[in-house]
Nanobody, 115 residues
């Protein structure tokens, strides 16, 4: 299993970023996919999850109405569109899949929201 995130960077408050996670090594279309984030000194938290077919989506309360998770089961990629970014969104964002009771993680991509 390999998960490779991209799209992070430095953005001003109110700005937008689109994260991508390219997946390989498993049947992508069969698994739910998630985005987590971890800020310095804080626990890792679930940001958004999308079901294998895309019909069921869940968001953390802190990002509802601002972030959108989506997936492309042809490109084996999951996305996180982040709008109206706030300084408290600053974190490393990680892609996740749970397969056979094992969590797999990408290396993460840094998102920094600062003026």
């Amino acid at each position: 299993v390999q998960l490779v995130e991209s799209g992070g960077g430095l953005v001003r408050p109110g700005g937008s970023l689109r994260l991508s996670c390219a997946a390989s090594g498993f049947t992508f279309y069969s698994y739910d996919m998630s985005w987590y984030r971890q800020a310095p000194g804080k626990e890792r938290e679930l940001v958004a999850r999308i079901s294998s077919g895309g019909a069921t989506i869940n968001y953390a309360d802190s990002v509802k109405g601002r972030f959108t998770i989506s997936r492309d089961n042809v490109k084996n990629t999951v996305y996180l569109q982040m709008n109206s970014l706030k300084p408290e969104d600053t974190a490393v964002y990680l892609c996740n899949v749970r397969r056979a009771r094992t969590d797999y993680w990408g290396q993460g991509t840094q998102v920094t929201v600062s003026s």
